[in-house]
Nanobody, 132 residues
Framework: QVQLVESGGGSVQAGGSRKLSCVFS????????MAWFRQYPGSERVGIAS????????????DYIDAVKGRFTISLNNAKDTVELQMNSLKYDDTAMYYC?????????????????????WGQGTQVTVSS
């Protein structure tokens, strides 16, 4: 059974930084597709950062939506079974619930075409609040 547990949420002032972590267990696959999503109240979850990792170390790629590109960085530590989201230059509009997600079936070509689609494994979320 795959479990994803996020941490690191909280309150931060605009312009500040925050790092979210997601510890996962049971995700024993040779290719890992993982992502961070966020959700505003009353809205759908939206993918913001995605990472593909070939556990053999041949390929690691990331993708971001324009709203966070250059400010957020997603990384995956296979040794620690952790995916992180480093968030810098935070803005009021970054206030949201943040979720870690993974795909039980990960294919590079599918990930490359649609990096935020078909995620079926989810954490419980962690709230980030940015004050202006």
């Amino acid at each position: 059974q795959v479990q994803l547990v996020e941490s690191g949420g909280g309150s931060v002032q605009a312009g500040g930084s925050r790092k979210l972590s997601c510890v996962f267990s049971g995700y024993t696959v040779s290719r890992r597709c993982m992502a961070w999503f966020r959700q505003y109240p009353g809205s759908e979850r939206v993918g913001i950062a995605s990472i593909y990792v070939d556990v053999g170390g041949v390929r690691t790629e990331t993708d971001y939506i324009d709203a966070v590109k250059g400010r957020f960085t997603i990384s995956l530590n296979n040794a620690k079974d952790t995916v992180e989201l480093q968030m810098n230059s935070l803005k009021y509009d970054d206030t949201a619930m943040y979720y870690c997600a993974a795909k039980s079936s990960c294919d590079y070509i599918v990930w490359w075409k649609r990096p935020f689609d078909e995620y079926d494994l989810w954490g419980q979320g962690t709230q980030v609040t940015v004050s202006s």
